[in-house]
Nanobody, 111 residues
Framework: QVQLVESGGGLVQPGGSLRLSCAASGSIPFIYNMDWYRQAPGKQRELVAT???????NYADPVKGRFTISRDNAKKTVSLQMNSLKPEDTGVYLC?????WGQGTQVTVSS
């Protein structure tokens, strides 16, 4: 079993930046892909970014060029640097690792 704890959310103005972090703990090795998802009010949960153990990344089209996912395998953490934030980026951001979800962290982009 894996426990995932996200942090770093908050309220930011359009054009601003936030950095989210997710810390993993548990007995499962930290060797698989890690994902960040988000869920906006009234919308389905969507995949935002993925990173492999080796650091290969993939992004959803709406965030390409603005978000950067990274991981530290030794510390069992994954981060999401979010720049040039837009109101449509508002939502709960959750990390996901082989069937396990964190509790999520709220990101609100508003002036």
């Amino acid at each position: 079993q894996v426990q995932l704890v996200e942090s770093g959310g908050g309220l930011v103005q359009p054009g601003g930046s936030l950095r989210l972090s997710c810390a993993a703990s548990g007995s499962i090795p930290f060797i698989y892909n890690m994902d960040w998802y988000r869920q906006a009010p009234g919308k389905q949960r969507e995949l935002v970014a993925t990173i492999t153990r080796g650091g290969t990344t993939n992004y959803a089209d709406p965030v390409k060029g603005r978000f950067t996912i990274s991981r530290d395998n030794a510390k069992k953490t994954v981060s999401l640097q979010m720049n040039s934030l837009k109101p449509e980026d508002t939502g709960v951001y959750l990390c996901y690792y082989i069937g396990n979800w964190g509790q999520g962290t709220q990101v609100t982009v508003s002036s």
